[in-house]
């Protein structure tokens, strides 16, 4: 018997009646329902990629930023411009 970890977990009424009417159906625990409809929900689930070259244009503006000599009287750009890029 392969390893299993518990959870305890809250379902709705009529979760529990459809649960319980699969498992008799198909003549298995409810518990290995449950298994089965994780593995088949979670099958279709791709992890998120993450663009890196945004990443690293975001990385080169933030140099950029930083090199600029600081003027007196305050920043030398206007939000708006923010929104542009």
């Known amino acids: 018997m392969s390893?299993?970890?518990?959870k305890q977990i809250y379902i709705e009424p009529r979760?529990?009646?459809l649960l319980k009417a699969i498992a008799q159906q198909a003549g298995i625990s409810e518990a290995e329902v449950i298994r089965s409809c994780?593995?088949?929900h979670l099958?279709?689930?791709?992890?998120p990629q993450i663009d890196i070259a945004?990443?690293?244009?975001e990385k080169e503006f933030i140099e950029k930023i930083k090199t600029r000599p600081v003027k007196l009287g305050g920043r030398d750009w206007?939000?708006?411009e923010l929104y542009e890029r």
């Open 15 to 17: 979760q529990e009646h």
């Open 78 to 80: 206007q939000r708006e």
């Open 54 to 57: 945004a990443w690293e244009a």
């Open 38 to 40: 994780i593995d088949l």
């Open 3 to 6: 390893s299993k970890i518990r």
């Open 43 to 47: 099958g279709g689930i791709t992890a």
